[in-house]
């Protein structure tokens, strides 16, 4: 997804690549994404999250969250923010620190 720089707020700004290449609103593609990465892309797309995970949940849960319409690069950072969350847990699906079964999807 292409994303509108202008329509993401600053502080979340240099998250636009990630959002580029992991921003997809399927589930079951999304989980298909993160199987097919490598430990190394998971991890940085979760430290990268994290280290910005306040200014993103300023933007993620403040008015705009309420919206009936919210803008595709809202959607696209909340797709971000699912994808985090899913390469965290294949990390650590990954390491055996979580039982094995189905992630994501």
Do not use: N
Request: net charge negative.
């Amino acid at each position: 997804m292409k994303v509108d720089p202008t329509r993401v707020p600053e502080k979340v700004r240099h998250l636009i690549p990630l959002v580029e290449r992991w921003s997809v609103p399927e589930d079951g593609e999304r989980s298909d994404m993160m199987e097919a990465a490598t430990d190394a892309q998971l991890r940085d797309l979760t430290d990268a999250v994290t280290e910005s995970i306040d200014e993103l949940d300023d933007w993620l849960c403040g008015d705009e969250a309420a919206s009936p319409d919210p803008s595709d690069e809202y959607i696209a950072f909340s797709c971000l923010s699912m994808a985090a969350c899913l390469a965290d847990v294949w990390l650590k699906k990954r390491s055996g620190s979580v039982p094995p079964g189905p992630v994501g999807g």
